[in-house]
């Protein structure tokens, strides 16, 4: 026992001894290079090499500092002061840092306000970050007024942070990027951007923003990206982005009030558009014309009842279409024909019955497929005609009772998901494998019956129609029906419904059996 309490006490003083030794690398590489991050300091060290590059104090428990502390750090480039009790910056803190060339921390603090003539002298910095300070209420006209090279201001999640005074911003003649996401703003002056000639990205979602003024944007000739939702606005000027033609990345996302959109017409370099989350319950012929350069396009969570069937005609590049969670009952034949770089096409959680069987682009390129959560009854390997490439398919959640035993034929590796249905399949390697649910009869292979409904539909291979009397258009279902009364007259090899009988020829290869009679 007393063998083992030794080394226990001596293991104990190693682990203490090494703590030790981490601690006095921590405090030299303090003191030698300024990285001081964490440390649980109260104070700046008086001892710190005025050589750095670098002086990281962040993540401490200071709460002042001496004065003028940074004036003798001639190679000083970077300041992080961030999540520190600092309740009070005050002005002459920075003098003397001139050499401070590149990011200003100030983040997570608890200053209420930043006092004008703070930044002075500070005419290299490039990027300020005021971001996190929860009792931040008051940033004064004129206070970046020095800031002559700053590129990225960096304002967000200040929640107390109500208001933007005209011309806070118009020294930064130079500034790439703002962010004003996340604070109480209510209101924005019309030309609180002007001069902003060199902005290329623009935060001011979550704000209690009701309206945009007009012409707000009109400078902002370079800017690329622009966040706007989440949000409260009600409306936009129908020209509000007219002058922008060099953006890029749009984003309304959860403007949950907004039932229409800009003009989007000079806006011909848009790559990824994010509409969803709005009220938008239509889309308008030629809302999407200009944006043959984009490649997303995200429209879910709204109430679109329709597609006109030319929406996507010049949306040649679009690689990723998203539909999901709205309110469309049909696609259109030929909605979704110009498509033909699309890999990704979400339409899972609308209110569809039937599809065309021609509704996808003629492309090989279609990676992904989803339609779960409508309410499909069958589904045909017509409809997957030229999908080599395609990898999933989710069915699931449907009314799915049948479906072509060529669906998954020529898509070695497609993931097949149908769980929800009345016929649930897999597919291995072309292989398609299906069993009913309870309480369903399986008729053949691909084919579930429910014995307690009045109507039935049987999907062939061979079929030349999407199922369904409803015939959404055309030639197709004129020809599916002229032979399958052909067949039917010469072989008597149709597949017959009705309540009380079942009867089909077993070489039949007729026309999707469309009819539920």
């Known amino acids: 026992m007393t063998a083992w309490c030794s080394v226990k006490l001596l293991t104990i003083a190693m682990l203490l001894l090494s703590g030790t030794e981490v601690l006095h690398a921590q405090n030299a590489l303090c003191l030698t290079s300024g990285l001081c991050s964490g440390q649980g300091l109260t104070e700046m060290p008086a001892t710190i090499s005025t050589d750095a590059t670098t002086l990281s104090l962040e993540f401490n428990n200071i709460q002042t500092f001496p004065f003028e502390p940074f004036k003798d750090f001639g190679n000083l480039q970077n300041l992080h002061l961030h999540a520190n009790p600092i309740t009070v910056l005050p002005v002459g803190l920075f003098n003397g840092a001139v050499s401070l060339s590149l990011e200003l921390r100030l983040d997570h603090l608890e200053i209420t306000e930043v006092s004008l003539g703070l930044f002075n002298g500070l005419t290299n910095v490039r990027t300020l970050s005021l971001n996190n300070n929860p009792v931040l209420a008051t940033v004064p006209v004129g206070v970046f007024d020095d800031l002559l090279n700053l590129r990225d201001l960096l304002l967000n999640l200040c929640p107390q942070l109500r208001v933007i005074e005209l011309g806070l911003f118009t020294s930064l003649s130079k500034i790439e990027k703002l962010l004003l996401s996340s604070n109480d703003i209510s209101e924005l002056p019309s030309n609180i951007f002007s001069g902003l000639t060199t902005l290329d990205l623009l935060f001011i979602q979550e704000n209690p923003l009701t309206t945009l003024p007009q012409g707000i944007f009109d400078d902002l000739i370079a800017l690329t990206d622009l966040f706007m939702g989440p949000n409260t606005l009600t409306s936009l000027a129908f020209d509000l982005l007219i002058n922008n033609q060099a953006l890029r990345q749009l984003r309304l996302t959860s403007s949950i009030y907004l039932s229409e959109l800009p003009d989007l017409s000079s806006n011909t370099l848009l790559n990824n558009v994010e509409l969803d989350g709005m009220n938008l319950s239509s889309i308008d012929v030629g809302a999407f014309d200009s944006l043959t350069n984009a490649e997303r396009l995200v429209l879910r969570n709204n109430f679109i009842t329709e597609i006109p069937d030319m929406a996507f005609d010049f949306m040649t590049s679009l690689l990723e279409l998203i539909l999901d969670n709205n309110l469309l009952t049909e696609i259109l034949p030929g909605t979704f024909d110009a498509l033909t770089s699309l890999f990704f096409l979400f339409l899972d959680d609308n209110l569809l019955t039937e599809i065309p069987i021609n509704f996808l682009p003629a492309t090989t390129l279609l990676r992904e497929l989803y339609l779960s959560n409508n309410k499909l009854t069958s589904f045909t390997g017509e409809m997957l005609q030229d999908k080599s490439q395609l990898s999933y398919l989710n069915l699931e959640n ?77 030639s197709t279902s004129s020809t599916s029906s002229s032979s399958s009364s052909s067949t039917s007259s010469s072989s008597s090899s149709t597949s017959t419904q009705t309540s009380n009988s079942l009867s089909s020829s077993s070489s039949s290869s007729t026309s999707s059996s469309s009819s539920s009679t």
């Open 398 to 474: 449907n009314q799915i009772l049948s479906v072509s035993d060529d669906l998954v034929d020529n898509m070695p590796n497609v993931f097949l998901a149908m769980t929800g249905n009345p016929l649930t399949c897999t597919a291995n390697s072309n292989i398609l494998t299906c069993q009913c649910e309870a309480g369903y009869t399986q008729l053949d292979a691909t084919t579930c019956f429910d014995p307690n409904a009045t109507t039935f539909s049987h999907t062939s291979t061979t079929s030349s129609s999407s199922t369904s009397s409803s015939s959404s258009t055309t």
